[in-house]
Each structure stands twice: as C-alpha cells, then as structure tokens.
C-alpha cells in the first residue's frame, strides 16, 4: 500500500536552510487526485500545516510561512521536498509528510514523521 | 483566518466511559469541511472522521463526529485503553488555508 517517508538532516544550524524529502512508495506520486503536503509540530504542541504540493508543480503555503517556505517535486524519483530558509530555534519540530485529495483537504495518509533540531 | 478552538483541553476518564470532545471554529464551516485526528505518543496523527462526520476507513464505529456551523464534537462511546491519546480537529475550508485545533488530551483518570 502507499507509504509516505521522511529524510533529511537532523540537525540544522541558526539561520540555514531546512531542508527535508519525503518518498512517496507503493504509488505514484503523479496521481491526479492528491496534494502531497508537510505538517510540522513542536515538541508538546499542536500541529501546523506548512504547505501542499501538486505534481505539476502547484503550491499553497501557509502565510505565516510562505516567505520562508518552497516547496517542489521530483516525479523521476517519486518524492517531494521542502525547503524552509533562516530558521531559528522557533523552528524545532517534528516535520510530517502527509496526503490529502484534491477537493477535500483532510489529510488521510501520514509519514511517520523526522524531528529536526535547530540549534549551533 | 478561521480559529479553531479545543475543550476541554485535558479529559480524564475511565476505560469503558463516554468521551465527548468539542471544537468550536471563529466563523461558521460551510459544507461542514471538517475532520478528527488521534494521535498517539511518538506516532503521527491518523485521520478519524471527515465531512464533520464520516469516519475514515479502518475506524471503529465507537468514534463518531457530529455538529455543523461552528460546533462540532468528536464522540467515543466507551474508550478502549488504545483511545487515550490526544484529538485535534482540522478545518479545510476555502481559501486554501488549514488550520487545526489546539488538541484535546483524553487521558486514564
């Protein structure tokens, strides 16, 4: 069945770049149906949609991100990725890769989730 | 922006008891574009209900959603010793903008 998985560092320096992939195995990630997106979490805190993604290379962004945020994919690989500049300390969480449909946007497929910690 | 606000924040009961979740939204849902999650210790979120109130597939009928406008609820009829987790509930309305509850924390009194 279709699986959703995330990579990327674990650690990133104040003021660099973020940046994480997800895989996107069992499926196509070409599917006319879904938006592929990113949730992200702070460790005890509520949950925060970043942006969604279609495989034409459409976004949405969250404003209270969208300056920092891009997102793109990469059909060859079957994987999306995120990129999020100047981060701080503000910006350790968990990061989640998730699905939700085109129409509806409720997310019905998660990854597992990649805590990313922003710290010298 | 539509905010999305989860009571109570803690609720402590026992296995067996009814659990009664609410999630109150600043502005009132059109076509009731609103969902549940549960989410276990050191798991992410799984999708419970949709539409205000169909389940997601896989997801016992103990779990119900109900309401419209701008009060919804999330309802276990009796908790199972896997359902002590914590709720959020997720609007995804127009504007290409989500945004989720606080959470709701069900825990073993």
């Known amino acids: 069945q279709l699986q959703l998985q995330e990579s990327g560092p674990g650690l990133v320096k104040p003021s660099e770049t973020l940046s994480l992939t997800c895989t996107v195995s069992?499926?196509?990630?070409?599917?006319?149906?879904?938006?592929w997106g990113w949730v992200r979490q702070s460790p005890g805190k509520e949950l925060e949609w970043i942006g969604s993604?279609?495989?034409?290379?459409?976004?949405y962004y969250n404003p209270s991100l969208k300056s920092r945020v891009t997102m793109s994919v990469d059909k060859s690989k079957n994987q999306f990725s995120l990129n999020l500049t100047s981060v701080t300390a503000a910006d350790t969480a968990f990061f989640y890769c998730?699905?939700?449909?085109?129409?509806?946007?409720?997310?019905?497929?998660w990854g597992r989730g990649t805590l990313v910690t922003v710290s010298s | 922006e539509i905010v999305l606000t989860q009571s109570p924040g803690i609720l402590s009961l026992s296995p067996g008891e009814r659990a009664t979740l609410s999630c109150r939204t600043s502005q009132s849902v059109t076509s009731n574009q609103l969902a549940w999650y549960q989410q276990r210790p050191g798991q992410a979120p799984r999708l419970l209900v949709h539409g205000a109130s169909t389940r997601a597939t896989g997801i016992p009928d103990r779990f119900s959603g109900s309401g419209s406008g701008t009060d919804f609820r999330l309802t276990i009829s009796r908790l199972e010793p896997e359902d002590f987790a914590v709720y959020y509930c997720?609007?995804?309305?127009?504007?290409?903008?989500?945004?989720f509850g606080g959470g709701a924390k069900v825990e073993i009194k």
């Open positions: 069992g499926g196509s990630i070409t599917t006319f149906s879904y938006y």
């Open positions: 998730a699905r939700h449909r085109l129409t509806d946007w409720y997310f019905d497929l």
């Open positions: 993604l279609y495989f034409t290379g459409s976004t």
């Open positions: 997720q609007h995804y309305g127009g504007s290409a903008l989500l945004t």
